[in-house]
């Protein structure tokens, strides 16, 4: 049986963390702020390199937000708010995968964030970044052999929370039920996304750059892009598949 005055003790603790985490944020924002950096937006989708971007960011000084936080946004984008996801760019310089790689997202953070840079991470083709995405997903919530995973997986699958990665496929591909990772729609999905991208800023060449980071001379490319001197010749790969 839990005393009064433990309960105390842990209400005390809880109100500690919430003033702490409020203070923190509040001085990444005043820090983010007094910078002035411009916001750098990583849209490719998952598995082209974002995580990769997200370290070179970071090694170039820029305050990467984090994923994690980050992760509850994804209610806010299936019902097309972006006014939430605005508010959680004004506390740091960077931002890569969910949500800000989703579609629609990118028009938000452009009008909100002018003077904005976008990256658009591409992989080889469609093929290379299907294989890609399913190996991937196999190893985190199927059964690991390469073949991607059942709706039952994806249902029972953690991620934030239980059942997330199968919300997160629904809401994206719109696949058969039967066939989350059907190789037509998920390849038609990538080549829509990135053209959609292509095309919105298509005369603004200097806000967007379209990158394979396996690329040679990729890393200068992205290091000119963002107008920082750089002596690497080349991405820190990270999560390769």
């Known amino acids: 049986m839990t005393s009064a005055v433990e309960k ?23 820090k983010v702020g007094l910078r002035r950096k411009p916001k750098v937006f990583v849209v490719g989708f998952n598995k082209t390199g974002t995580t990769t971007m997200k370290r070179a960011l970071g090694e170039m000084g820029y305050m990467v ?27 740091a310089e960077a931002f890569q995968d969910s949500p800000f790689s989703f579609p629609y997202t990118f028009i938000a953070l452009d009008q909100a964030f ?6 658009l991470t591409v992989r080889a ?52 039920e039967d066939d989350p990772y059907n190789e037509g729609v998920l390849k038609d999905f990538y080549n829509r996304h990135n053209l959609t991208i292509i095309e919105y800023f298509r005369d603004r060449p200097d806000d967007l750059l379209i990158i394979n980071v396996a690329e040679p001379g990729a890393y200068q490319r992205f290091a000119n892009f963002l107008g920082i001197k750089s002596t690497a010749r080349e991405f820190p790969w990270e999560n390769k598949t």
């Open 8 to 30: 105390s003790d842990f209400l005390t603790l809880k109100a500690v963390r919430f003033v702490y985490a409020f203070l923190r944020r509040l001085w990444i924002r005043a």
């Open 65 to 91: 937000a984090s994923e994690s936080e980050a992760k509850p946004l994804f209610h806010d984008w299936v019902k097309r708010d972006f006014k939430p996801i605005v508010r959680f760019c004004r506390f």
């Open 114 to 119: 002018p003077g904005s840079k976008f990256i």
């Open 125 to 176: 083709d469609d093929q290379q970044w299907y294989n890609s995405i399913t190996k991937f997903h196999s190893r985190l919530w199927g059964s690991g052999d390469g073949c991607p995973p059942t709706r039952e997986q994806l249902q029972t699958a953690v991620n934030s929370y239980k059942g997330r990665p199968w919300d997160v496929n629904r809401a994206l591909f719109g696949s058969p």
